[in-house]
């Protein structure tokens, strides 16, 4: 049981340019997030999904686009990468029932760096 | 608003000290509250979590945290400090009426002084 699987571990982008960080997810979870991670500005939510073919935006969307076109794939793309979005990216996941319900696991991060 | 707020951004404790890591939230229907841990280059991993039952809520490695409804706060305790609970502690809290986020503090890391 993998659970959440985040690729790329790093990456080093140039400015302008665009990449797409990978998540999946093995737990048949419906709910899915994207936070990144800036010191000392703890976890910020990016985008979130409660289901195949539905996302909304959280509390810091811009510069960033995601898709759920399947219960375990959630891609975050990055387009027109700028300074700004260097950090460490986690991608979430959680059940919405039982004892697994409200219980985020996450994935081990991606760390972006634009230069 | 609903929010959480960490005091104390860098906590630094002896071996074998008491550890108290501080969470207060602001909300105004009832919270659902979690504590996370991250060492380090690693993602978070649930402590323990408060959905409605028991106030006193026991975790993992020792850690254990009260729900204080009349002081709106959840911290973070374990009797006596071990080497490797040297890490990152990040209080998070997600609501009833909006079930789909989660908002976190700005993470308190705690120092182990042998």
């Known amino acids: 049981n993998a659970g959440v699987t985040q690729t790329p571990k790093f990456r080093i982008l140039k400015i302008g340019q665009s990449m797409t960080l990978q998540c999946a997810q093995d737990m048949n979870h419906n709910y899915m997030y994207w936070y990144r991670q800036d010191p000392g500005m703890g976890l910020k939510l990016i985008y979130y999904?409660?289901?195949?073919?539905?996302?909304d935006k959280g509390e810091v969307p811009n510069g960033y686009n995601v898709s759920r076109s399947t219960t375990e794939d959630f891609p975050l793309r990055l387009e027109l990468a700028a300074p700004s979005q260097t950090s460490v990216y986690f991608c979430?996941?959680?059940?919405?029932?039982?004892?697994?319900?409200?219980?985020?696991?996450f994935g081990a991060g991606s760390r972006l760096t634009v230069l | 608003a609903q929010s959480v707020t960490q005091l104390g951004s860098h906590v630094s404790v002896s071996e074998g000290a008491l550890v108290l890591l501080r969470c207060n939230y602001s909300s105004s229907v009832p919270p659902y509250l979690f504590w996370y841990v991250q060492y380090p280059n690693q993602g978070l991993q649930l402590l323990l979590k408060?959905?409605?039952?028991?106030?006193l809520v026991k975790g993992i490695n020792g850690f254990e945290a009260e729900f204080k409804k009349s002081e709106t706060s959840f911290h973070l305790t374990k009797p006596s400090a071990h080497m490797s609970d040297a890490a990152e502690y990040f209080c998070a809290v997600s609501f009833s009426n909006t079930g789909n986020q989660f908002y976190f503090g700005t993470g308190t890391s705690l120092t182990v002084i042998p």
């Open positions: 999904s409660v289901g195949a073919g539905i996302t």
């Open positions: 408060y959905t409605s039952a028991a106030t």
């Open positions: 979430a996941s959680r059940g919405d029932r039982g004892s697994g319900a409200n219980v985020l696991t």
